[in-house]
């Protein structure tokens, strides 16, 4: 027999899934050119070749994105077991900046780095190499404890961020501009040869999830007791950091920086539904896909043709929801 808690907690995925997919309807219309629907089956025609060409990848981009960042987030806030933690605590996002940086600045002197492949795949390797660094400063004795992951995840984002500071007073007025892109983040670079390249990382929380479910329930309770229920703590922290890793590094390599979906949509997701992991790494998935589709959707919407880089907006989005939080917190005080 359902309780009304499970009812809310599959309602609230049900509203999820419908937000995604209303999302993606209002973005395929909204644009530079306004699409003709009679025109799109016509594959000749200009209306059909924005749409499945530039449209349905951007989409798609977004909703996969989007849903991961939020996946990844949602981690994150169980490994440290802390409902306003963001992925980006832990490094990675730093990693993948720097490395972006790099492939940025010195693309200008060394040509097989003056492409945007080149971006991408530093930068990837970037937010791996953030990873691996974390492991090595917060292990001890086999051992990582979530003090440790997080100093070393302040240690490395200082790190990085002191470099890409000396990148950045090194770079020229066009480097410098597309550092500046690059870190507010864009949907603008999705195409189906991407998306052929990196949808295994994107789709990745959608098929590990069901693994995940079980021990992440009963490290609710405690490390000590996780132990004792039969949970390997140390190897699930040591997944849930590699999968964090994989999925944040293959999402900021692509798009750039986009703030708050990683941390606002699955603390959304636990003040709606609890803390349930059966119900909210998927309602965090679909829900952070369709606010980020949404954004990107508005950021082409305002100032037609030309756009919004999609942090800006996707941070516009997430600040009201902080502001409202700090209100209601005071008002319990």
Request: charged share 10%; glycine share 10%.
């Amino acid at each position: 027999m359902e309780t009304n808690g499970m009812k809310k907690q599959k309602f609230f995925i049900s509203f999820s899934i419908l937000f995604a997919v209303l999302s993606t309807i209002i973005s395929s219309q909204l644009g530079a050119m306004k699409i003709n629907w009679s025109e799109i089956l016509f594959m000749d025609s200009i209306e059909s070749k924005v749409f499945f060409e530039l449209r349905i990848p951007r989409i798609l981009l977004g909703i996969l994105v989007g849903g991961s960042l939020a996946w990844s987030g949602a981690l994150a806030q169980g490994l440290f077991r802390n409902p306003i933690v963001d992925p980006g605590l832990i490094g990675i996002t730093a990693g993948c900046s720097l490395f972006a940086s790099i492939a940025i600045v010195l693309g200008g002197f060394i040509p097989f780095l003056h492409t945007i492949w080149s971006v991408v795949i530093f930068s990837f390797f970037g937010g791996m190499i953030s990873c691996f660094l974390i492991f090595i400063f917060a292990n001890r004795k086999g051992k990582t404890d979530i003090e440790s992951i997080l100093l070393s995840g302040i240690a490395v984002n200082s790190l990085c961020f002191s470099f890409i500071g000396i990148l950045s007073y090194l770079a020229s007025e066009s480097q410098l501009r597309n550092l500046s892109l690059w870190n507010m983040g864009s949907l603008g670079g999705a195409s189906w040869n991407l998306l052929k390249s990196f949808s295994i990382f994107y789709l990745l929380p959608i098929f590990i999830s069901p693994f995940l479910i079980k021990p992440l329930n009963v490290l609710i309770l405690g490390e000590r007791e996780a132990n004792h229920l039969g949970v390997s703590v140390e190897i699930l922290k040591t997944c849930m950091i590699v999968l964090i890793g994989i999925s944040v590094g293959s999402c900021i390599s692509i798009v750039g920086n986009i703030g708050f979906i990683g941390l606002a949509v699955p603390h959304i997701v636990r003040l709606a539904i609890g803390q349930d992991y059966r119900y909210l790494l998927y309602a965090s998935y679909f829900l952070g896909g369709g606010l980020l589709c949404f954004a990107d959707a508005i950021c082409r919407a305002i100032i037609a043709p030309s756009e919004i880089p999609v942090g800006i907006v996707s941070a516009l989005l997430g600040a009201p929801f902080f502001l409202n939080l700090i209100l209601k917190r005071k008002q319990s005080l």
